[in-house]
């Protein structure tokens, strides 16, 4: 909804400062300086309340409390509405915005230009009150006006136009004859319009088949006739439809790029779709410059899109060595985002609902640590982390180690404690594209949420293995009203310390102590074996992502059918040249720009591709006679073993003898002929390329005799 009127914030008269000469002027001047701004009215889009918004500032201000001095008019896209409002009739004075009413269904208030589209159908209701005031005459002021309140106030949108304007103390209204503006729109274009007083059924239009359509017709539901307003809709715009190609609006700009420069900054669009976008789908480019000079990069935004691998956006710091990746959903690995921070830690943010281990987060330190967030876990398991061991020499080690046997440190070798053949067997076969060393551990740490059902005490909320020290220790979730939780600490020499924070509950009993025990070498083994896998993501993500970024693949929009075929017949037109095959491509010599082949280059390329065609017709006539020579040889054989043992042969092996012999006497016949014809087109085969290469203007030199 779009609102003007006079004397905006900004205009000479709006200041108001004391001893400004402009300000003297303020009253003279408020109603010749004229400004629109925007006004929302509630209702729609969560809106809870009217308010203004200044569109050359954006500043949103309340009804109440704004810096503009009255309204003259409202419109939007339906209607065109003025308003009626003056504190002073016959004045040029205007309504202030803080004592209006913005009810655009009291036609006493403000009074629309156009009559929308339904408004005359939606009339019946008001027919019989409509009859009862042409009857008075404009006598009975008062009972129109109640009548026209108690009725629906936007559905009889016209009718209390006339009646609010008859008596609603509009008096340069009152002139008129009480007809809306939309009436005497209609009176200039020489319609059929109803007076205020004294209009019949004689002047009702006819209730056609188009008129109905649009809503013209004002009939009541007797079908007796009513009063009927045929006034104008809106009329159409003066300029054509508005019409972008889809092809102009993917191009963005002029030869699908642009380039602006900024104060420290630098941007850059790009086509998204077409012959001018980018090979690797970046439409925009946002360059930051520390400097006024533009020389020292402080962080570049690339934009992109149509993506395979679902990037969507990268952020470089060169500065801080830090890149961003962000990708849309249906990422490999359920990636969201990517923090890499060079020689020092990389962030992977993902999709948690996209994967089966609930991972949200994984942060990795390089060779120091990872950490991982999970949610939604069945387990209840929130994180893990893994820390590695610092010493160098026992980096080494574990490096020697990490190919055999654990990735626990020497404690976790010597105790007799190795990871189970079908673990090795499975981390084997994850690192089996690299030798890469895995780095010994030597604290692993999982935390648990709380599981209501059970008491604190029984509860895990987090459990550390010291692979190094070779000790577990089991933390317990704190319960009600309590600071302390109890804990339990197991060595794997058989030592165990327990610390229970309730006094009075009875000690576990050795069995349940070792079943505890053995149940956390099986969460240790479990959890290295996690944390091993890990590992392997991460390096399988920075492979996938090399190998994304070496060969960029762009996807087609599935809805632009259009441009997917034309690609479609570029492709086939493309790949049916290149299926035309160059004889001469095999024995032309490497040549730079628009070097010629000399004459003794040319012999030989005729040379080389004569012999070459010579060669496959010989072997071409070999295979012929090799198939002949078989048939032959296979029916003398048949032959003899026919007269051999034709005395003792049936009738029906006789059958079969002269069967088989017909089938060989014809495939000879038809290899006979196939090798008379081999012979006799070689020749004409051996003339024809023979005149195509003296015709070659790439062989032009062999023209040259001097």
Same mark, same amino acid.
């Given at each position: 909804?779009?609102?003007?009127?006079?004397?905006?914030?900004?205009?000479?008269?709006?200041?108001?400062?004391?001893?400004?000469?402009?300000?003297?002027?303020?009253?003279?001047?408020?109603?010749?300086?004229?400004?629109?701004?925007?006004?929302?009215?509630?209702?729609?889009?969560?809106?809870?309340?009217?308010?203004?918004?200044?569109?050359?500032?954006?500043?949103?201000?309340?009804?109440?409390?704004?810096?503009?001095?009255?309204?003259?008019?409202?419109?939007?896209?339906?209607?065109?509405?003025?308003?009626?409002?003056?504190?002073?009739?016959?004045?040029?004075?205007?309504?202030?915005?803080?004592?209006?009413?913005?009810?655009?269904?009291?036609?006493?208030?403000?009074?629309?230009?156009?009559?929308?589209?339904?408004?005359?159908?939606?009339?019946?209701?008001?027919?019989?009150?409509?009859?009862?005031?042409?009857?008075?005459?404009?006598?009975?002021?008062?009972?129109?006006?109640?009548?026209?309140?108690?009725?629906?106030?936007?559905?009889?949108?016209?009718?209390?136009?006339?009646?609010?304007?008859?008596?609603?103390?509009?008096?340069?209204?009152?002139?008129?004859?009480?007809?809306?503006?939309?009436?005497?729109?209609?009176?200039?274009?020489?319609?059929?319009?109803?007076?205020?007083?004294?209009?019949?059924?004689?002047?009702?239009?006819?209730?056609?088949?188009?008129?109905?359509?649009?809503?013209?017709?004002?009939?009541?539901?007797?079908?007796?006739?009513?009063?009927?307003?045929?006034?104008?809709?809106?009329?159409?715009?003066?300029?054509?439809?508005?019409?972008?190609?889809?092809?102009?609006?993917?191009?963005?700009?002029?030869?699908?790029?642009?380039?602006? %420069?900024?104060?420290?900054?630098?941007?850059?669009?790009?086509?998204?779709?077409?012959?001018?976008?980018?090979?690797?789908?970046?439409?925009?480019?946002?360059?930051?410059?520390?400097?006024?000079?533009?020389?020292?990069?402080?962080?570049?935004?690339?934009?992109?899109?149509?993506?395979?691998?679902?990037?969507?956006?990268?952020?470089?710091?060169?500065?801080?060595?830090?890149?961003?990746?962000?990708?849309?959903?249906?990422?490999?690995?359920?990636?969201?985002?990517?923090?890499?921070?060079?020689?020092?830690?990389?962030?992977?943010?993902?999709?948690?609902?996209?994967? %089966?281990?609930? %991972?949200?987060?994984?942060?990795?330190?390089?060779?120091?640590?990872?950490?991982?967030?999970?949610?939604?876990?069945?387990?209840?398991?929130?994180?893990?982390?893994?820390?590695?061991?610092?010493?160098?020499?026992?980096?080494?080690?574990?490096?020697?180690?990490?190919?055999?046997?654990?990735?626990?440190?020497?404690?976790?070798?010597?105790?007799?404690?190795?990871?189970?053949?079908?673990?090795?067997?499975?981390?084997?076969?994850?690192?089996?594209?690299?030798?890469?060393?895995?780095?010994?551990?030597?604290?692993?740490?999982?935390?648990?949420?709380?599981?209501?059902?059970?008491?604190?005490?029984?509860?895990?909320?987090?459990?550390?293995?010291?692979?190094?020290?070779?000790?577990?220790?089991?933390?317990?979730?704190?319960?009600?009203?309590?600071?302390?939780?109890?804990?339990?600490?197991?060595?794997?020499?058989?030592?165990?310390?327990?610390?229970?924070?309730?006094?009075?509950?009875?000690?576990?009993?050795?069995?349940?102590?070792?079943?505890?025990?053995?149940?956390? %070498?099986?969460?240790?083994?479990?959890?290295?074996?996690?944390?091993?896998?890990?590992?392997?993501?991460?390096?399988?993500?920075?492979?996938?992502?090399?190998?994304?970024?070496?060969?960029?693949?762009?996807?087609?929009?599935?809805?632009?059918?259009?441009?997917?075929?034309?690609?479609?017949?570029?492709?086939?037109?493309?790949?049916?040249?290149?299926?035309?095959?160059?004889?001469?491509?095999?024995?032309?010599?490497?040549?730079?720009?628009?070097?010629?082949?000399?004459?003794?280059?040319?012999?030989?390329?005729?040379?080389?591709?004569?012999?070459?065609?010579?060669?496959?017709?010989?072997?071409?006539?070999?295979?012929?006679?090799?198939?002949?020579?078989?048939?032959?040889?296979?029916?003398?054989?048949?032959?003899?073993?026919?007269?051999?043992?034709?005395?003792?042969?049936?009738?029906?092996?006789?059958?079969?003898?002269?069967?088989?012999?017909?089938?060989?006497?014809?495939?000879?016949?038809?290899?006979?002929?196939?090798?008379?014809?081999?012979?006799?087109?070689?020749?004409?085969?051996?003339?024809?390329?023979?005149?195509?290469?003296?015709?070659?203007?790439?062989?032009?030199?062999?023209?040259?005799?001097?």
């Amino acid at each position: 909804m779009a609102a003007a009127a006079a004397d905006p914030t900004g205009g000479p008269a709006a200041d108001g400062a004391g001893g400004d000469p402009l300000a003297e002027d303020h009253d003279a001047g408020i109603c010749k300086y004229v400004h629109a701004w925007v006004m929302v009215l509630p209702g729609k889009r969560d809106v809870s309340e009217a308010m203004f918004i200044e569109p050359s500032t954006g500043r949103k201000y309340p009804l109440h409390d704004s810096p503009y001095k009255g309204i003259e008019m409202l419109w939007n896209q339906r209607n065109f509405w003025v308003c009626l409002q003056q504190p002073q009739p016959h004045s040029d004075s205007r309504a202030d915005p803080r004592d209006i009413s913005y009810d655009l269904n009291d036609p006493s208030k403000w009074e629309p230009v156009f009559e929308e589209r339904g408004m005359r159908s939606r009339s019946e209701g008001a027919t019989e009150e409509s009859e009862v005031v042409r009857a008075e005459g404009g006598t009975s002021r008062v009972h129109r006006n109640d009548s026209v309140r108690g009725g629906n106030s936007a559905g009889l949108a016209l009718g209390m136009g006339k009646a609010n304007k008859a008596g609603g103390g509009s008096s340069r209204m009152q002139g008129v004859g009480g007809m809306s503006i939309a009436q005497r729109m209609a009176q200039r274009n020489k319609l059929t319009t109803p007076g205020g007083g004294g209009a019949g059924a004689a002047d009702t239009p006819p209730r056609t088949a188009e008129n109905h359509a649009d809503g013209g017709g004002a009939m009541g539901d007797d079908g007796d006739g009513g009063e009927a307003d045929v006034v104008p809709d809106i009329p159409p715009s003066w300029v054509l439809k508005l019409t972008i190609p889809r092809d102009a609006f993917d191009m963005r700009c002029p030869r699908g790029s642009k380039l602006t %420069l900024y104060r420290r900054c630098q941007h850059e669009i790009f086509a998204r779709f077409g012959d001018c976008s980018r090979w690797d789908g970046m439409v925009e480019r946002l360059v930051l410059y520390g400097d006024d000079e533009r020389t020292a990069v402080t962080e570049i935004r690339e934009t992109f899109t149509r993506r395979r691998d679902k990037l969507r956006e990268r952020r470089v710091y060169p500065q801080k060595d830090t890149t961003i990746e962000l990708f849309d959903r249906g990422s490999a690995f359920a990636l969201k985002d990517i923090l890499t921070v060079k020689n020092d830690r990389r962030v992977f943010n993902f999709y948690a609902a996209a994967r %089966l281990d609930g %991972l949200e987060k994984r942060e990795e330190l390089e060779n120091r640590k990872i950490i991982e967030h999970f949610v939604g876990r069945d387990d209840r398991l929130v994180y893990r982390s893994a820390t590695y061991t610092e010493d160098a020499a026992s980096t080494a080690a574990g490096g020697a180690l990490g190919a055999t046997a654990t990735g626990g440190g020497p404690e976790a070798a010597n105790e007799g404690d190795p990871e189970d053949d079908a673990v090795r067997r499975t981390r084997k076969s994850k690192n089996r594209g690299g030798d890469k060393r895995m780095l010994p551990i030597r604290k692993m740490t999982e935390k648990f949420a709380r599981n209501s059902p059970l008491d604190a005490d029984a509860d895990v909320a987090k459990r550390v293995y010291y692979l190094t020290e070779g000790r577990m220790r089991v933390d317990y979730h704190f319960g009600t009203n309590r600071i302390t939780n109890s804990s339990r600490s197991f060595t794997k020499d058989g030592q165990s310390q327990i610390v229970q924070v309730d006094p009075l509950a009875p000690r576990p009993q050795p069995a349940a102590l070792l079943e505890e025990y053995s149940a956390l %070498l099986v969460a240790e083994k479990d959890c290295l074996q996690s944390v091993r896998d890990s590992e392997w993501e991460i390096s399988e993500i920075t492979r996938t992502r090399t190998n994304q970024e070496q060969n960029i693949t762009l996807e087609t929009p599935y809805y632009d059918i259009v441009r997917i075929k034309a690609e479609e017949s570029e492709e086939e037109e493309e790949e049916a040249a290149e299926a035309a095959y160059d004889y001469l491509s095999p024995f032309l010599p490497t040549l730079l720009g628009t070097q010629q082949l000399t004459r003794t280059q040319a012999l030989e390329v005729r040379e080389k591709a004569l012999k070459a065609l010579k060669d496959r017709l010989i072997e071409r006539a070999n295979i012929i006679q090799a198939r002949l020579d078989e048939e032959t040889a296979a029916l003398a054989k048949r032959q003899q073993t026919f007269h051999r043992d034709r005395d003792q042969m049936t009738a029906t092996e006789e059958e079969e003898y002269e069967r088989q012999t017909e089938e060989s006497m014809f495939r000879i016949h038809i290899l006979e002929r196939r090798l008379r014809r081999h012979e006799e087109q070689a020749l004409h085969k051996y003339y024809e390329l023979d005149a195509k290469l003296r015709g070659d203007t790439r062989l032009q030199s062999l023209l040259n005799v001097y």
